[in-house]
């Protein structure tokens, strides 16, 4: 059961921007960091942002984190169809003592 | 360049064995964490287990302690995930990625194989 909530789906034009949540506890994104993975169809997951609004060599900088509090989001400006995706966010849990997941956003580019 | 490998997709049947593997190359295979995530089909991704295949130090999501095995040959830069029943409810895609671990804090995933797709049928 993931403990991270998230809306199953988001959508936009192209240029659009688009936001996603992530709501969490104080026992895993309040005391840790927020990794975001993007997931292309039949692709394995990539990381996307680490350490809350970091992004990895590579990714594009229409790609953005922040985190305030429990919760964190996910920003993609500039929305392209390449975008088409399922994001998910992940933090360490302190209590359950592993990594979980968010539910997961399927982001559809109208 | 890192690159991680996962053998191919498997159909079992209930109640067999089974073992897959990941192989590293392109980086320090002994001085990375490397974790299993689970995602059944249509459905989100769920953290399994990790290993240092330095010292083969492992530790298990509760979800999934006693169901699988994690082990590593490091002599050959291999990970494995292996299961000694399986049930239909382990089908799935499997995919294994190297974890970047800080005092047994998974901080993040960076590289992250193909995945292994684990078809259980009778």
């Known amino acids: 059961q993931s403990v991270l909530t998230q809306p199953p789906s988001a959508s936009g034009t192209p240029g659009q921007r688009v936001t996603i949540s992530c709501s969490g506890s104080s026992s895993n994104i309040g005391s840790n960091t927020v990794n975001w993975y993007q997931q292309l169809p039949g692709t394995a997951p990539k990381l996307l942002i680490y350490?809350?609004?970091q992004r990895p060599s590579g990714v594009p900088d229409r790609f953005s984190g922040s985190k305030s509090g429990t919760s964190a989001s996910l920003a993609i400006s500039g929305l392209q169809s390449e975008d088409e995706a399922d994001y998910y966010c992940?933090?360490?849990?302190?209590?359950?003592?592993?990594?979980?997941f968010g539910t997961g956003t399927k982001v559809t580019v109208l | 360049e890192v690159q991680l490998v996962q053998s191919g997709a498997e159909v079992k049947k209930p109640g067999e064995s089974l073992k897959i593997s990941c192989k590293g190359s392109g980086y320090s295979f002994t001085s990375y964490w490397i974790g299993w995530v689970r995602q059944m089909p249509g459905k989100g991704l769920e953290w399994m287990g990790i290993i240092y295949p330095g010292d083969s130090d492992t530790r298990y999501s509760p979800s999934f302690q006693g169901q699988v095995t994690i082990s590593a040959d490091k002599s050959i830069s291999t990970a494995y995930l292996q299961w000694s029943s399986l049930k239909a409810s382990d089908t799935a895609m499997y995919y294994c990625a190297r974890c970047y671990v800080v005092r047994g804090v998974i901080l993040l995933l960076d590289y992250w194989g193909q995945g292994t797709l684990v078809t259980v049928s009778s």
């Open positions: 350490r809350n609004n």
């Open positions: 992940a933090a360490w849990d302190d209590s359950l003592n592993g990594l979980v």
